[in-house]
Nanobody, 119 residues
Framework: QVQLVESGGGLVQAGGSLRLSCAAS????????MGWHRQAPGKQRELVAT???????NYADSVKGRFTISRDNAKNTMYLEMNSLKPEDTAVYYC?????????????WGQGTQVTVSS
């Protein structure tokens, strides 16, 4: 059974930092691409950052230079370091895992973790 469990969310003041973690089980973690999405109240879910199985990263323009995605294959865990947080970063953050390069790739999702940035 595949499980993705996010942690590290919370309440922080604008300008502060948080580190989200996504612990995976039930998959061969090292061959999966991973990423983070977020969904703010009343808004569509949006891509935040991705990291390939070999460590290539990609970021939404809104978080470039402030957020850093990384992974530790030995710990089956992905991270999102968030610095210089803004109130508009407030959202539920979801991690996902997907094995690319196969027919009909399936996305696995975590349950989400709330990030609230106060002004």
């Amino acid at each position: 059974q595949v499980q993705l469990v996010e942690s590290g969310g919370g309440l922080v003041q604008a300008g502060g930092s948080l580190r989200l973690s996504c612990a995976a089980s039930g998959i061969i973690f090292s061959i999966y691409a991973m990423g983070w999405h977020r969904q703010a109240p009343g808004k569509q879910r949006e891509l935040v950052a991705t990291i390939s199985s070999v460590g290539n990263t990609n970021y939404a323009d809104s978080v470039k230079g402030r957020f850093t995605i990384s992974r530790d294959n030995a710990k089956n865990t992905m991270y999102l370091e968030m610095n210089s947080l803004k109130p508009e970063d407030t959202a539920v953050y979801y991690c996902y895992a997907v094995r690319l390069g196969v027919p009909n790739p399936h996305y696995y999702w975590g349950q989400g973790t709330q990030v609230t940035v106060s002004s």
